[in-house]
C-alpha cells in the first residue's frame, strides 16, 4: 500500500483542477472559433424574403400567415423589418428590431389599428410574436458576442455530424429570456440546424428550433423551413421560406421608425 | 403586402339591460361592409377604403353626401381612407387624402391625440375619424419630423343627445326633460400641427405643437329657448367650436420589463367657454406572457370655466384606466376598468374573441358603467349591455 503525502495530493488536486480549466478554456476558444467562423462564412450583406408560417398548436389547430422579411447586416449589426401580408388579422402588422452592440436589440411593433408603433420592452421579449412559437427574442440572429459559449461535443442532427455548443448570455449582453441555449453547428458548413432554448430554471429545453431543407443559393447555405415547437405547450410554429434574395441593396429608410409607421410599407 | 383587396362583413346584436326613454330600443342591431383596397405604383402608393353600414337605432343618418364626415349622425355610407403617398426623397414622405391619424403615445387617453376627431356614435367603441389632409414626414438619424395640414374640420361624432349613449351629467332630469339635438354647421378652417420625435436609446422624446379649430364642440344647452311639448319640457343643444393652440411634450423610456410613458399638453383658448387646459398622462405598460397590462393616468390641472360637461371630451378627466388584454391560442380577450376619480363613477368593460378559423371571428363582450349619476360614466347606466357580433374577414 502507498501512503501519498498531503502535499502530493494538493498538488494533484491543483493539477487536476488545471486541466479542468485549460480543458474548459480550450472547450471556451474552440466553441468561440467556430462561432466566428459561421458567422463570416454565413455573413450576407443583405437577406430578403417572403414568409409562410403554420402555427399548429396542441389540439391540432391551423393558423397560416404570411409575412415579408427584410435584413441588413448580419448578427450583432443587423437591422430587420418584417411585415405582415394576410391573414386579415394582421396584415400590415410591422416588426422592426434593430441590433445594438452589447445590448438587446431596440423592437417596435406597428399596429395598424393604432396607427402608430409600440416598443417591446427589451426585458418583455419572451411574449409571443404575433402568436406564433416565436418571441422577441427568437426574431433576433444569434449572436455569439453576447454569450459566455462552451464546446459539449459533437453530435449527430438529421445524419449530419454537428459540433454542440452550448451558449450563456453574458452579463454585459444585456438580459436574455433564455439561460442557455445548445446549438448545433453542421460541421461540414458549420450552418446552425437545432438550437434547444432553456428558459430559467428549466433543465430540459422548454423550446426547440429546427433548420432544415437546407439549400446553397446564390453561393449561400440557407436552411428554407425553420421550425419552432414549444415542447411545453405541445405547440409549435413553422416557416417556409420563399422568394429568397441576398445582398440586394435596400432602400435607405427602409429600417427607420418612419418606415414602420407608412402604412402598408414595405 | 402592398396591393390587394382586403375588407369583412360584421353583424352585431345588443340587448340593453334598461331603457332611459322610451326611443332607446331593448335591443339592437349593427351590420357593417368594409372594403379596402391597395395598390402601389412605382415608389407611390394609392389606398381607397369604404364602409357601408345599417344601424337598428337613431345613430344612423340618412344617406347623404358627407365625404367629410362632418354631419352629425352616421351616413350608411362613408369613405374612410383615399390617399397616394409619393416620397419627395429617401427620407421624406408627402401623404394627401383622407387618411387617420395616430400621435399619442398613452394608450386609453392621449393628449396628442385630443385634436383629432373621433366617432362616438358608440361610446364604449370611441374610433378614430380619417380626416382629410396633407401629411409630410421624414426622419433624419434619430429625429423623426412630421408635419399634418388639416384644410377642413371634422367634429367628433357624439352619441344622440338625450339616448342613453351620451354621457351627460346636466342635472336635467333625463328622460322628462327632453333634448333636442340641434344641427350646427361646423365650421370649414382646420388644423395645422407639427411633431418632432427622437430616440436616445431607452428613451423616446417628442415635442408636438398645433393650433386651428378644436373638433371637439362646446355644447351650449339653451334652457331660455326650451319649449313645452306634448312629451314635456324639451331644451335645445347647440354646438360651437372654438379656436385652439397646444403645445405638448412626450416622454417614454423602456424601463426592464416596464414601458413608461409620460404627455403634458398646455392647451390655450380666448374662448370663455373653453379656457385654458393643462392635460397629463402617465402610464405604466408591462407584458405578461402572450397578453399587456396597461395602467394610466390622466388629468387636467385647470378647472374648466364652464361645467365640464359641455365640453365633453374634457368630462372624464381626471380618470384612471386599467387594460388587460392576452392572446390565446383560440383567441383573446380583454378586460378594461375605467375610473372617473372626480365623481367615483366608473366602467368594467369585458371581451371574448374566438377565432373560429383566420377568417371568422366571433365576439362577445359587455360594458358596465357604474357609479353617480353625476359623473360621465355613472350617467350612461342605461347603457350597460351585453353585445355579441360574428365577422368574416378577407
Known amino acids: 500500500m502507498t501512503v501519498k503525502h498531503p502535499g502530493s495530493r494538493i498538488a494533484l488536486a491543483v493539477a487536476a483542477l488545471s486541466l479542468l480549466l485549460v480543458g474548459r478554456a480550450d472547450a471556451a476558444g474552440d466553441a468561440r472559433k467556430l462561432l466566428i467562423e459561421a458567422e463570416n462564412r454565413h455573413r450576407t450583406r443583405t437577406l430578403q424574403y417572403s414568409g409562410e408560417l403554420t402555427v399548429v398548436n396542441k389540439d391540432g389547430k391551423v393558423r397560416k400567415k404570411g409575412w415579408k422579411s427584410f435584413r441588413e447586416g448580419y448578427a450583432g449589426d443587423a437591422k430587420d423589418l418584417v411585415r405582415f401580408t394576410d391573414p386579415p388579422e394582421v396584415k400590415g402588422v410591422g416588426f422592426l428590431s434593430l441590433a445594438r452592440p452589447g445590448k438587446p436589440a431596440d423592437q417596435w411593433l406597428y399596429l395598424p389599428s393604432m396607427k402608430r408603433e409600440r416598443r417591446i420592452a427589451s426585458q418583455d421579449r419572451d411574449a409571443s410574436f404575433v402568436g406564433t412559437d416565436f418571441n422577441y427574442e427568437d426574431m433576433e440572429e444569434f449572436d455569439h458576442k453576447k454569450y459566455e459559449v462552451e464546446s459539449k461535443g459533437e453530435q449527430l442532427q438529421d445524419g449530419h455530424p454537428c459540433y454542440v455548443i452550448e451558449a450563456r448570455p453574458d452579463v454585459n449582453g444585456g438580459k436574455s429570456v433564455y439561460e442557455k441555449k445548445i446549438l448545433y453547428l453542421r460541421k461540414d458548413i458549420l450552418y446552425l440546424v437545432r438550437e434547444d432554448l432553456h428558459r430559467k430554471g428549466e433543465k430540459e429545453p422548454g423550446k426547440r428550433l429546427l433548420l432544415s431543407d437546407i439549400r446553397n443559393i446564390e453561393g449561400h447555405w440557407v436552411a428554407m423551413r425553420l421550425e419552432m415547437t414549444d415542447l411545453k405547450k405541445g405547440s409549435r410554429t413553422t416557416v417556409f421560406m420563399k422568394e429568397i434574395v441576398f445582398d440586394r441593396p435596400q432602400p435607405a429608410g427602409r429600417f427607420t421608425l418612419r418606415n414602420l409607421n407608412r402604412e402598408g410599407g414595405e | ?394
Not at chain 2, 331660455?224 to 354646438?239: F, H, I, K, Q
Not at chain 2, 380618470?319 to 390565446?328: D, G, K, Q, S, Y
Open chain 2, 1 to 394: 403586402m402592398a396591393e390587394g383587396f382586403s375588407g369583412y362583413a360584421e353583424v352585431k346584436g345588443f340587448t340593453f339591460a334598461e331603457r332611459a326613454s322610451d326611443r332607446d330600443p331593448r335591443a339592437l342591431g349593427w351590420a357593417t361592409l368594409f372594403a379596402k383596397g391597395e395598390r402601389k405604383l412605382g415608389d407611390s402608393r394609392f389606398t381607397a377604403s369604404a364602409r357601408a353600414e345599417e344601424i337598428s337605432s337613431r345613430e344612423r343618418g340618412p344617406l347623404v353626401f358627407d365625404p367629410a364626415d362632418r354631419d352629425a349622425r352616421r351616413t350608411p355610407v362613408s369613405v374612410r381612407d383615399l390617399w397616394m403617398r409619393l416620397p419627395l426623397t429617401s427620407s421624406v414622405d408627402l401623404q394627401l387624402g383622407r387618411f387617420e391619424l395616430g400621435w399619442g403615445k398613452t394608450d386609453g387617453y392621449s393628449p396628442a391625440d385630443a385634436f383629432l376627431p373621433r366617432d362616438l356614435s358608440d361610446p364604449f367603441a370611441d374610433e378614430k375619424l380619417p380626416l382629410w389632409a396633407a401629411r409630410l414626414s421624414g426622419q433624419r438619424g434619430p429625429l423623426r419630423v412630421e408635419a399634418v395640414a388639416c384644410p377642413v374640420t371634422t367634429p367628433w361624432r357624439l352619441p344622440v343627445l338625450g339616448g342613453r349613449n351620451a354621457p351627460l351629467s346636466t342635472g336635467l332630469p333625463i328622460g322628462k326633460v327632453g333634448i333636442e339635438d340641434k344641427e350646427n354647421a361646423p365650421p370649414r378652417d382646420g388644423f395645422g400641427a407639427l411633431r418632432l420625435l427622437a430616440t436616445f436609446g431607452n428613451w423616446d422624446l417628442g415635442v408636438w405643437g398645433r393650433f386651428g379649430v378644436r373638433p371637439a364642440p362646446l355644447l351650449v344647452f339653451r334652457t331660455d329657448l326650451a319649449s313645452l311639448g306634448p312629451s314635456g319640457p324639451t331644451v335645445p343643444v347647440e354646438r360651437r367650436y372654438a379656436r385652439e393652440q397646444g403645445a405638448g411634450v412626450e416622454v417614454s423610456l423602456v424601463a426592464g420589463s416596464w414601458v413608461l410613458r409620460g404627455e403634458t399638453a398646455a392647451l390655450f383658448s380666448g374662448d370663455p367657454g373653453l379656457g385654458n387646459a393643462l392635460v397629463g398622462t402617465l402610464s405604466a405598460e408591462r407584458g405578461f406572457g402572450d397578453g399587456t397590462l396597461l395602467v394610466t393616468l390622466a388629468g387636467n390641472a385647470k378647472d374648466t370655466p364652464v361645467d365640464a360637461t359641455f365640453l365633453f371630451d374634457r368630462a372624464l378627466l381626471p380618470v384612471l384606466i386599467v387594460a388587460w388584454n392576452r392572446t390565446e391560442a383560440w383567441g383573446n380577450w380583454k378586460v378594461v376598468w375605467t375610473e372617473a376619480l372626480k365623481h367615483g363613477d366608473g366602467l368594467l368593460k369585458a371581451e371574448v374573441g374566438y377565432n373560429a378559423t383566420d377568417f371568422w371571428s366571433l365576439t362577445l363582450g359587455g360594458e358596465l358603467p357604474y357609479g353617480s349619476e353625476k359623473g360621465p360614466l355613472g350617467a350612461l347606466h342605461a347603457a350597460r349591455r351585453a353585445h355579441l357580433a360574428l365577422r368574416r374577414s378577407w
